[in-house]
């Protein structure tokens, strides 16, 4: 019932920057959580960032000052916005929208890959 698009990423060098969007359609609980997260190889998917409701948000401290989450609850879309991008960034992003008990959805993913 629930689909997430991830689009954005893409090969950049060092010190450059993307702008990744998930656009989750269907039926969606107005009070979710929005998240971004990250896969590099032979790692575990790691938390990027969230966004609630509210605009709150949290950051991997990895990321605190480089990235930033941000969304348009009407459109059901969440944004990240990775600027000063570093090699050890290479991953696959995921986007991730989740609420109450038992909602909790995923996006195919959308390869980032910064060279040195």
């Known amino acids: 019932q629930v689909q997430l698009v991830e689009s954005g990423g893409g090969l950049v060098q060092a010190g450059g920057s993307l702008r990744l969007s998930c656009a989750a359609s269907?039926?969606?609980?107005?009070?979710?959580?929005m998240g971004w997260y990250r896969q590099a190889p032979g790692k575990q998917r790691e938390l990027v960032a969230t966004?609630?409701?509210?605009?709150?948000?949290n950051y991997a401290d990895s990321v605190k000052g480089r990235f930033t989450i941000s969304r348009d609850s009407a459109k059901n879309t969440a944004y990240l916005q990775m600027n000063s991008l570093k090699p050890e960034d290479t991953a696959v992003y995921y986007c991730n929208i989740k609420w109450g008990i038992s909602h909790d959805y995923w996006g195919q993913g959308t390869q980032v890959t910064v060279s040195s």
């Open positions: 966004i609630i409701r509210s605009g709150m948000t």
């Open positions: 269907g039926s969606i609980f107005s009070g979710n959580i």
